[in-house]
């Protein structure tokens, strides 16, 4: 999702930290900084700066690099030693070589090799790609214990994942379609221009797509039409543009339906949050706490000040209360009628 819509991590942490609570988890444990690092490719050091949103995302190079190697640390053959890179490029037929760039820092993998890796490694299709903060919001995501609904919506999951609503059912019953990787892109792609449009509801052209990272629109010809893969700098673009996560155009149907299930549940989750405290769901549609933080700057006739200006505008919105009261509370010296003072 884009960075401005994208959830406060440190409010998200807060909840699943609650929440483990409530399941009789370990907080601990379930938001342990090396879990989340080895869920989401983040270096350990990285993830409290992630969480507080200070730290400053890497390049999209250094940043493939660093989780490249971070894979090959974490993720060992069954003798606790590295992976070379000719086992993990004979996964996907391509020659031990072809990766020496990406090993040493000095390029990028071409998008079919970064989607080999990503299988051979068995981490979701966006790890070497996605930013620091949606990679970390999705290890909390998976840190977090939902109860599925058992609701299924095939248009609003088409929606999320760019698949059809006959490829989920498929999936659904055990039997994703397996489509070349050139021909889902190519789909995922086709399924963004036609879902995400302009304002005037027209598809965004490629030339506007690419201008966002500073490539031609001619650069994108080849994938309009189906007949090539993007770089990952340009799936990477693609993929910010249109505010959907690190892996939306190399996920495969399983993967895609998964994350979009899981998006579905946390959604759920906190609709039955806030109807059970109908005041979380104030403070989430309102950012109410900014405007705590900077009201606890005033001084005491500051804070009269601002009662009384949220009195003059409740009053012009009919939402002041009954009378003798002031924002729907007892004045003093009053008592609501019915109510033993």
Do not use: C
């Not at 390049?59 to 993720?75: G, I, K, M, S, Y």
């Not at 006959?166 to 889902?184: C, F, Y």
């Not at 949220?310 to 002031?326: I, N, S, W």
């Amino acid at each position: 999702m884009r960075a401005t819509a994208r959830p406060d991590l440190a409010a998200v942490w807060r909840r699943t930290w609650a929440l483990a609570q409530e399941h009789g988890q370990d907080p601990s444990e379930v938001l342990a900084v090396e879990r989340l690092s080895h869920l989401s490719g983040v270096e350990p050091g990285r993830v409290p700066q992630v969480v507080a949103g200070t730290a400053v995302e890497a390049p999209l190079e250094r940043r493939v690099h660093q989780r490249f190697l971070r894979l090959r640390a974490t993720r060992r053959d069954k003798h606790g030693r590295e992976w070379p890179l000719a086992a993990i490029a004979d996964d996907f037929d391509a020659p031990g070589a072809s990766l020496g760039p990406l090993n040493a820092g000095t390029g990028l993998p071409r998008m079919g090799h970064a989607a080999g890796v990503q299988r051979f490694f068995g981490v979701h299709a966006g790890f070497l790609l996605a930013d620091s903060k949606s990679a970390v919001e999705r290890a909390l995501a998976l840190s977090a214990t939902t109860v599925p609904d058992g609701r299924v919506d095939l248009e609003r999951l088409s929606y999320l994942t760019g698949m059809t609503p006959q490829a989920i059912r498929l999936t659904l019953d055990g039997r994703p379609p397996r489509l070349p990787l050139k021909e889902q892109v190519h789909l995922r792609f086709e399924h963004l221009r036609r879902t995400r449009v302009r304002e005037d509801g027209q598809p965004h052209s490629l030339a506007a797509i690419a201008r966002s990272f500073d490539a031609s629109g001619q650069s994108l010809t080849r994938l309009a039409q189906g007949e090539g893969l993007p770089n990952l700098a340009a799936a990477a673009g693609i993929q910010r543009f249109y505010g959907v996560e690190g892996g939306f155009l190399l996920a495969d149907d399983t993967e895609a339906l998964s994350s979009a299930l899981a998006l579905i549940e946390g959604e759920l989750e906190s609709t039955v949050r806030d109807r059970e405290n109908p005041m979380l769901a104030v403070l989430r549609a309102h950012d109410v706490r900014s405007i705590v933080t900077r009201a606890g700057r005033l001084s005491p006739q500051g804070w009269k000040s601002l009662a009384d200006h949220l009195d003059d505008l409740l009053a012009r919105e009919g939402q002041l209360g009954v009378p003798g009261t002031k924002g729907g509370a007892p004045t003093e010296g009053a008592a609501a009628e019915g109510e033993t003072p």
